[in-house]
């Protein structure tokens, strides 16, 4: 009798061990979570990582949270990730074609046969222009000038000053105005004309060894008549300096005398990151340093005498 009950309990006691229990619901949920979440969470310490020390409701409720943060987190990650590395570069053919809509040449007589010659770049549909300042030495607001385009540049309009800064024209020193070298112009039309431009981001700075592409009608090494085959001139340059008025770069081609009033083109969004005012006076091109006006700079300088900002300015002046 004894050894029939001793072989019932060793029956009973294997079924209890193969029959597996069913799952607590917390358990369940828990694995259920861990294969929905798709974005990793922000990777702590041994001491920092949440735990599950006791199978209740609150636990699981702090997991599900986690899962239904993607969308927030993923929003964190693309503003404060480096637009470099989500952006692929725009292709340097598009910039270019661009380009030869949206930059120009302007042509402004200074005294009987005599011209001076600058760079400018379209920054809105109306056509306004951005260019230096020092191409308007001698001349006033409402003075016209000659504007070609194309490679080589041919002319297509005319257009008009509109702003010169006061700080500019007060300025002693090169120094003294190079804050406030920049002019805004108006191409002049007899009708409404929409025009292909370039936005200007005045909200960051670039880094140092940042590339960026340049684009202007450099006339230096031109070897024929700068009126009658000036080319426009497609480079890149590397910052070596950036502040909230100078931008200085190196190795570049476009480090020539006629390149004032080109433009500093960021790569991956195509918008202006610099206007160029000036080189350096090393006999080589390609030892000398281009200085650019940094958006930031015709913004503050723009907004102190006028009250707006470029984009107020620019849609106030059609």
Same mark, same amino acid.
Request: charged letters at 25%; glycine letters at 4%; hydrophobic letters at 40%.
């Given at each position: ?21 069913? /799952? ?10 861990? &294969? $929905?979440?798709? @974005? ?5 310490? $041994? !001491?920092?990582?949440?735990?599950? /020390? ?6 699981? &409720? ?6 239904? &943060?993607?969308?927030?987190? /993923?929003?964190?990650? *693309? &503003? =404060? ?16 074609? #661009? ?16 011209? %001076? ?41 005319? %257009?008009?000053? *509109? @702003? ?25 039309? /007899? ?7 370039? !936005? ?5 700075? +670039? !880094?140092?060894?940042?590339?960026? +592409?340049? +684009?202007?009608?450099?006339?230096? +090494? ?5 009126? #009658? ?71 503050? %300088? *723009? ?13 106030? =002046?059609?």
């Amino acid at each position: 009798m004894k050894q029939l009950l001793f072989i019932l309990f060793l029956i009973i006691l294997g079924l209890i061990l193969i029959i597996p229990l069913p /799952e607590t619901r917390v358990s369940v949920l828990i694995r259920e979570i861990e &294969e $929905e979440i798709i @974005f990793e969470p922000e990777v702590k310490t $041994e !001491d920092e990582k949440p735990t599950l /020390e006791e199978d209740s409701p609150a636990h699981v &409720e702090s997991l599900v949270v986690i899962k239904e &943060e993607p969308k927030n987190e /993923e929003h964190v990650i *693309l &503003e =404060t990730q480096d637009i470099a590395e989500i952006l692929e570069p725009i292709a340097q053919s598009i910039i270019y074609d #661009k380009a030869l809509l949206s930059i120009v040449n302007l042509v402004c007589p200074v005294k009987k046969n005599s011209f %001076a010659i600058a760079t400018g770049a379209i920054v809105s549909p109306e056509g306004h222009i951005l260019s230096v300042a020092h191409l308007t030495e001698g001349l006033n607001i409402g003075s016209k000038c000659t504007l070609r385009r194309g490679s080589p540049a041919r002319d297509f309009a005319s %257009a008009e000053l *509109l @702003f010169v800064p006061d700080n500019y024209k007060l300025a002693t020193t090169t120094n003294s105005q190079a804050p406030f070298d920049f002019s805004i112009w108006k191409i002049i039309t /007899e009708d409404k004309q929409s025009f292909e431009y370039w !936005d200007i981001t005045t909200d960051k700075i +670039l !880094d140092s060894n940042n590339n960026v +592409l340049t +684009l202007s009608y450099a006339a230096e +090494l031109n070897s024929g008549s700068a009126l #009658k085959n000036l080319n426009l001139l497609f480079s890149l340059t590397t910052v070596d300096f950036d502040d909230s008025y100078i931008v200085r770069s190196k190795s570049t081609i476009s480090a020539q005398e006629g390149s004032s009033g080109g433009i500093l083109v960021d790569p991956y969004t195509s918008n202006i990151r610099g206007m160029i005012f000036g080189v350096s006076k090393d006999d080589s091109v390609f030892d000398r340093f281009l200085f650019s006006l940094n958006p930031q700079a015709i913004e503050n %300088a *723009l907004k102190n005498e006028t009250g707006k900002t470029i984009k107020e300015y620019l849609g106030g =002046t059609l």
